[in-house]
């Protein structure tokens, strides 16, 4: 079945250091793809999309390409803030499933000042 | 625009106690979905909603499990007998269609413990 696996966590970096969270997938055909951002307290956001091969999805600094070579949708940015530490969850949408949302595990970053 | 709103936040209960979350979906979000979420995992789907009927429960625990969304509006989940292995956050979230590029919104979950 479907899958997404995110690098474990947690991340610790300081602040304005460059970001990666690696996540890869399992999928039949073309998924759409996925960042959400879960801030302490708070429900998930959606943090950034990619439907399609090729595409890069971009917001608040952070961007992730759609890799459908390597199965891949990585989340990076180039200078964190302290203000970023957040659960990150990786997600594919399962076409079969009509917006059914797959998530990976999470992974939590903490930026330190 | 007032988000999705979700309550209790918090509930903690013996096992074998009913419990029951309530969910509040955006208003003209035809779509709802309740997931669960345990800890250090990313969420699962339990059921979808579109309207009033449940178009996807295969996930949900039926036994135990139960949900509705009368008048397609507010939705309830509840679990009846609670076990150990329930607790977990449980979230709420809607969107416009179930189509897939209709982003979904969720709310800030309820923390459910079973003692």
């Known amino acids: 079945g479907n899958s997404v696996t995110q690098m474990e966590g947690p991340v610790t970096l300081s602040e304005e250091a460059f970001l990666t969270i690696n996540c890869t997938y399992t999928a039949t055909g073309y998924p759409s793809l996925f960042w959400y951002v879960q801030y302490p307290g708070e429900g998930l956001q959606l943090l950034l999309k990619?439907?399609?091969?090729?595409d890069k999805g971009s917001n608040k600094g952070f961007e992730a390409t759609y890799r459908k070579e390597t199965t891949s949708f990585h989340l990076e940015k180039g200078s964190v803030q302290v203000s970023d530490s957040a659960v990150y969850f990786c997600?594919?949408?399962?076409?079969?499933?009509?917006?059914?949302?797959?998530f990976g595990a999470g992974t939590r970053l903490a930026v330190h000042p | 625009e007032a988000g999705v709103v979700q309550s209790p936040r918090y509930k903690i209960i013996e096992k074998k106690q009913p419990v029951a979350f309530w969910c509040n979906p955006i208003?003209?979000?035809?779509?709802l979905y309740w997931y669960r979420q345990n800890l250090g995992q990313g969420p699962e789907l339990l059921i979808r909603y579109e309207n009033e009927e449940a178009v996807d429960d295969s996930q949900l625990p039926k036994d135990r499990f139960s949900a509705e969304r009368l008048k397609g509006v507010d939705s309830t989940l509840k679990i009846q007998p609670a076990e150990l292995g329930d607790s977990a956050v449980y979230l709420c979230?809607?969107?416009?269609?179930?189509?897939?590029?209709?982003?979904?919104?969720f709310g800030p979950g309820t923390r459910l413990t079973v003692l």
């Open positions: 997600a594919l949408s399962d076409l079969g499933g009509y917006n059914k949302l797959i």
């Open positions: 208003s003209g979000h035809n779509t």
């Open positions: 990619a439907t399609k091969a090729d």
């Open positions: 979230a809607s969107s416009l269609g179930q189509g897939n590029y209709n982003e979904q919104f």
